[in-house]
């Protein structure tokens, strides 16, 4: 839970308008611009201030924050996404 809370801060720390409160629309429309409706592993690892290895490792263990993340995944073939904007929600941006 804490590491969620990181997250929700360095995330919402971007996306602050002038009247010192964060705007969960920008947020989310930033991270769309940035990686487009699917992110990718690496993406999401970067985003989170991870290793993807170390995220992977973490993806296999079970919690809220964890099934949250998983609840966006999208497996095609072998390649393993993940949708922005179920990531935005997950995190809370949205």
């Not at 801060?9 to 611009?33: Q, W, Y």
């Not at 991870?50 to 998983?70: A, H, Q, Y």
């Amino acid at each position: 839970m804490a590491a969620l809370r990181a997250v929700e801060m360095r995330t919402s720390r971007h996306f602050v308008e002038k009247s010192g409160e964060a705007d969960p629309v920008v947020a989310e429309n930033s991270l769309l611009k940035r990686y487009g409706p699917l992110m990718n592993l690496a993406d999401l690892a970067s985003m989170l201030d991870r290793s993807p290895d170390g995220l992977r490792v973490t993806l296999r263990s079970s919690g809220e924050w964890v099934d949250k993340i998983n609840g966006a995944r999208l497996q095609l073939g072998r390649r393993v996404y993940f949708r922005t904007a179920e990531i935005a929600e997950a995190l809370g941006i949205r």
